[in-house]
């Protein structure tokens, strides 16, 4: 129960249908297509297009996409929307010509991912034409909305990525990011999302926006072509899971680091992280100490499954989960591993929807670091994403670029389940940190009995590149804590991540949603 002396939030709680979202319109706009009839996936594509318009700096229709869905409660399927390389890119090209695949080049963008999946998920499972959920997102470009403080604080932080004089003329009106509750407006991209409503994934992939990207991408040393975006597919795929305190929790297997998160979550479940012998200090330790392992193998193991094998059946195994747990000590920290895994970034959204029905959609998009490239298609209004840099360009590399390759990627959706039925679709947003999120996030309620709004208020810790990040709101004791057995304490300037969750109560049939603190947005049910 929270405690109502200690200022917070409480938790969503609704019977018919919620959603959650990073942005107040965009929870809105899902809950509206609830409450007009239509399902989770028809909310999670109307909210997540609004998310495109009113939070640029974390998401874009030029980005990429994964998603869960469970239909009626059922065990969850899984769609990977990630984006390939050109079919001219090869690492030996790079070598060759000594070119590094750095955060604002064309080099950094794959093809996008997210518009061919929203297109497949609304044919597949949605009941709303596309128009139709498009359509807020469109007005919202078109007539203006208001900047909210998290998005304009972003914005402010990360104005240096638009600069080029295209994206400018958009994105810093006037020459300077906009303040909170200034109005901001894309009519470019307004008019594609309307085209994409009417003509579906051709209207992206093809024609005109095609041509668009492709010309900016091409004049800035690219090696795409009009075959690359006519390639790409979306692909269905089997979920990876492992178990955790009588749950299973459900991910997509790589590209993506879901893969991390279980591995986290194996070496917990043989530590006692629920009973009041063991300290937060002594928890927060123990986390960070699993991240080491598991990250060790993400970072040289986790690439494109078409095109490099990841032993996933392995690295989930007892025998793994054993050998990394006896490393671990309680009153000592390991050195974290050598972190050489490309780009670092913070910028993702993640939602969730689940209907009157007890179908549950887990999606997250995200264009990578702020603004992506911060290149921006003239004619289309679309800013495109730099994933690509997740991308190695040393030959033999599990991750080395390839023709037609999909980079390691660190956005990934979650479900939990119980008994064979989804009970809670949630996801923590921010980057390399996503990972250790969901692990984080599942310990706080299964282990420590917190509803979703509880676990998501709970401050955050970091085992990367060496260091032991702290959000400010840690307790000085635990910080004091923690470097005495050996962290290199880093108090974190922004905060970790971001999360929303909502639990399935089937027995009571009641949701219970919680939405991230540390960002603007809600979970909002009816």
């Known amino acids: 129960m929270r405690d109502f002396n200690i200022p917070g939030r409480s938790a969503a709680v609704a019977a018919n249908g919620m959603v959650a979202t990073s942005a107040p319109l965009a929870t809105l706009a899902g809950l509206e297509v609830l409450r007009a009839g239509g399902n989770a996936m028809d909310a999670a594509i109307a909210a997540v297009a609004m998310q495109c318009v009113v939070e640029p700096a ?3 229709i030029g980005g990429d996409c994964f998603v869960l869905y469970s239909k009626k409660g059922a065990l969850p399927v899984a769609l990977n929307g990630s984006g390939r390389a050109p079919a001219k890119a090869n690492v030996e090209w790079y070598a ?8 604002q080049t064309a080099h950094a963008v794959t093809i ?9 998920l609304n044919r597949e499972h949605g009941t709303r034409p596309l128009a139709e959920l498009l359509e807020p997102a469109t007005r919202a470009a078109e007539e203006g909305y208001r900047v ?4 304009a604080w972003d914005w402010m932080r990360n104005q240096w990525k638009l600069q080029d004089p295209i994206t400018a003329a958009v994105m810093l009106p006037g020459g300077k990011p ?18 994409i409503g009417r003509d579906g994934r051709a209207a992206f992939y093809e024609g005109a926006v095609m041509r668009d990207i492709l010309g900016r991408l091409k004049e800035l040393g690219g090696l795409h072509e009009a075959e690359d975006f006519d390639a790409q597919r979306s692909n269905w795929v089997e979920p990876i899971h492992a178990a955790y305190r009588g749950h299973e929790v459900y991910e997509l297997p790589p590209n993506g680091q879901g893969l991390a998160a279980l591995m986290i979550l194996r070496q917990l479940e043989g530590f006692a992280m629920g009973d009041d012998s063991l300290s937060e200090a002594d928890r927060l330790h123990l986390l960070a100490e699993a991240t080491k392992s598991a990250y060790f193998v993400r970072d040289d193991y986790i690439a494109d499954p078409a095109q490099v094998a990841v032993d996933v059946e392995g690295f989930l195994s007892d025998a793994w989960a054993e050998r990394a747990r006896r490393e671990i000590r309680l009153d000592r920290a390991m050195p974290g591993p050598d972190w050489n895994g490309g780009t670092e970034h913070t910028d993702t959204v993640y939602l969730c929807a689940v209907d009157r029905d007890g179908n549950a959609v887990s999606f997250i998009n995200s264009l990578f670091s702020s603004f992506g490239t911060g290149i921006m298609a003239p004619e289309s209004g679309i800013l495109l994403h730099n994933r690509g840099t997740s991308f190695r360009t040393i030959p033999g590399h599990p991750n080395a670029i390839a023709p037609r390759k999909r980079p390691f990627h660190t956005i990934i959706p979650a479900m939990l389940a119980k008994d064979g039925r989804s009970v809670m679709p949630f996801g923590i947003m921010g980057g390399q940190y996503q990972a250790v999120g969901h692990a984080h996030f599942a310990h706080r309620m299964l ?9 998501a208020d709970a401050p955050r810790v970091f085992a990367f590149r060496g260091k032991l990040r702290v959000e400010q709101s ?4 635990i910080v004091a804590d923690l470097a005495r057995r050996g962290h ?39």
């Open 58 to 60: 974390s998401t874009g």
């Open 96 to 103: 060759e010509h000594k070119v590094q695949i750095s955060t």
């Open 488 to 526: 290199d304490i880093d108090v974190a300037k922004v905060p970790l991540g971001g999360c929303q969750a909502i639990w399935i109560d089937h027995v009571r049939g009641v949701l219970i949603g919680g939405s991230e603190p540390r960002k603007d947005g809600m979970a909002l049910g009816y």
């Open 148 to 151: 909210t403080p998290r998005v």
């Open 178 to 195: 906009p303040a909170v509750g200034d109005r901001m407006r894309n009519p470019a991209l307004a008019a594609t999302l309307r085209r």
């Open 447 to 455: 282990d420590r009995g917190m509803d979703p709004q509880q676990a």
């Open 474 to 477: 840690v307790p000085d004791s």
């Open 112 to 120: 996008p991912g997210a518009i061919d999946a929203w297109c497949t």
